[in-house]
Nanobody
Framework: QVQLVESGGGSVQAGGSLRLSCTVSGSISSIYNMGWYRQTPGKQRDFVAKITSGGLTNYVESVKGRFTLSRDNAKNTVHLQMSSLKPEDTAVYYC??????WGQGAQVTVSS
């Protein structure tokens, strides 16, 4: 059974930094895209960033220049380094792999 194990997140003041990690555990044939979505109460889950197996990245406009994705293919792990955090980044962040696998969610809270 494949699972996505998320770690990191927490609370920080505006301007601070946090790092999220997501590791794929279990047997999986191939990992293509790895990325993150986020969701606030009462709203839909929105795309944040993704990285392909070849290392190409894509970010939502609001996080460009502040968030950085990296990937360790040997460890089936993706990291999201978040800097210059803003209160509007507050959300539950979900890891996504291959478009259909989801992590359990990690709370990120940014206070002003």
């Amino acid at each position: 059974q494949v699972q996505l194990v998320e770690s990191g997140g927490g609370s920080v003041q505006a301007g601070g930094s946090l790092r999220l990690s997501c590791t794929v555990s279990g047997s999986i044939s191939s990992i293509y895209n790895m990325g993150w979505y986020r969701q606030t109460p009462g709203k839909q889950r929105d795309f944040v960033a993704k990285i392909t197996s070849g290392g190409l990245t894509n970010y939502v406009e609001s996080v460009k220049g502040r968030f950085t994705l990296s990937r360790d293919n040997a460890k089936n792990t993706v990291h999201l380094q978040m800097s210059s955090l803003k209160p509007e980044d507050t959300a539950v962040y979900y890891c996504n792999v291959n478009g259909y696998l989801w992590g359990q969610g990690a709370q990120v809270t940014v206070s002003s």
